[in-house]
């Protein structure tokens, strides 16, 4: 389950409905429930973040899950690797998932700032 759903609104209707079945094969699978930090942004939002110009989150394919700590980074990462995410991004607070795969994939890249 997402716990703030409603920040999925801008995403595409196809990376949105990918997000729900992930938050539900996280949910049957581990029992974890996504707090999402981030999903769509404008280009001025996204600029404003210090996100990278042309970031999948203003394409509305890429979000951030907010995780607490080692064990639910890790959940998160192999829930995502599992499900098919081809494109991680690994920070302190969040992983950043997307399927902008204009980008290179497979890759799992460092997002530490929270606007990447
Ligand atoms: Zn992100």
């Known amino acids: 389950m997402i716990l703030n759903s409603h920040v999925l609104d801008g995403l595409t209707d196809e990376f949105k409905r990918y997000v729900l079945e992930f938050a539900d094969y996280m949910d049957r699978t581990y029992g974890v429930d996504l ?3 981030s999903a ?3 280009p001025e ?3 404003r973040v210090g996100g990278v110009r042309g970031s999948a989150h ?3 394919m890429a979000v951030d899950i907010a995780v607490s700590g080692g064990k639910e980074r890790f959940l ?3 829930g995502a690797l599992e499900f098919g995410f081809k494109r991680i ?3 302190h607070r969040h992983v950043h998932l997307d399927m902008d795969l204009s980008k290179p ?3 799992i890249f460092p997002d530490v700032e929270k606007g990447t």
Request: net charge positive; proline share 5%; charged share 20%.
């Open 35 to 37: 707090l999402i930090s």
């Open 40 to 42: 769509y942004r404008s």
């Open 45 to 47: 939002g996204n600029k």
């Open 58 to 60: 203003t394409k509305g």
């Open 76 to 78: 998160v990462v192999k």
């Open 89 to 91: 991004g690994v920070g």
């Open 105 to 107: 994939f497979p890759t």
